[in-house]
């Protein structure tokens, strides 16, 4: 069965410092994969996606991400974190008809 | 344009009452998908419609049932509520062309009291 596995509940990070936030999939195919961020009581906003082709993508907000087969994982990075980055990162796995989510990881932003 | 729209944006529900919810997709958009997302929690798919056929049903009972209109608009119906129903609801829209790559509406927040 497809899963998605985010490993950290909660990163605090300084304004300014690098972001790595961890994703980890199980998916027997070549997947479809995406980053979604949801500020507090709001809906899904998404940052990016991977469906195919070159294996770094770039997304909205200065957001990257990095596919690694060999990993089956699905890293969001950011260079240079804001403090309205402060939000809920989920990372998730497109399987037939769905999307398969993880639990999410929520971001704090010290200043 | 308009992104993908929700109403209520909240309610209160008492046991055992039924709820309905509903959607529009972006224009253009003919799938539809809806997610339940619990406090603290990723979202969870529970139905996905397109072209008016339910094309996808996730691992909830009986009582959550959909259907989507000629417009592409759709409700979503929650029947028998339980205390455990209390969540957020996503509903998404996608194209054709792209159909893993959803668009999320701001949610409907429903309290089961």
């Known amino acids: 069965a497809q899963s998605v596995t985010q490993p950290d509940i909660h990163i605090t990070v300084s304004e300014g410092a690098s972001l790595e936030l961890r994703c980890n999939y199980s998916y027997g195919a070549t997947p479809y994969l995406f980053w979604y961020v949801q500020s507090p009581g709001q809906g899904l906003q998404l940052l990016l996606k991977?469906?195919?082709?070159?294996?770094l993508v770039q997304g909205i907000k200065g957001f990257e991400a990095e596919f690694k087969r060999s990993q089956s994982s699905f890293n969001l990075r950011k260079p240079s974190v804001h403090w309205s980055d402060a939000a809920e990162y989920f990372c998730a796995v497109g399987a037939g008809d769905k999307l398969v989510f993880g639990a999410g990881t929520i971001l704090r932003v010290k200043s | 344009d308009a992104g993908v729209t929700q109403s209520p944006t909240h309610l209160i529900k008492t046991r055992g009452q039924q709820v309905t919810l509903r959607c529009s997709p972006i224009s253009g958009h003919k799938s539809v998908s809806w997610y339940q997302q619990v406090l603290g929690q990723g979202p969870q798919f529970i139905f996905q419609?397109?072209?008016?056929?339910?094309?996808g049903r996730g691992n909830f009972p009986d009582r959550f049932s959909a259907r989507q209109f000629p417009n592409y608009s759709s409700e979503l119906n929650v029947n028998a509520l339980l205390l455990g129903d209390s969540a957020l609801y996503l509903c998404?829209?996608?194209?054709?062309?792209?159909?893993?790559?959803?668009?999320f509406g701001p949610g409907t927040r429903l309290t089961v009291t």
């Open positions: 998404a829209s996608s194209g054709r062309e792209a159909p893993y790559e959803q668009y």
């Open positions: 991977y469906f195919s082709g070159d294996t």
């Open positions: 419609y397109y072209e008016k056929e339910e094309r």
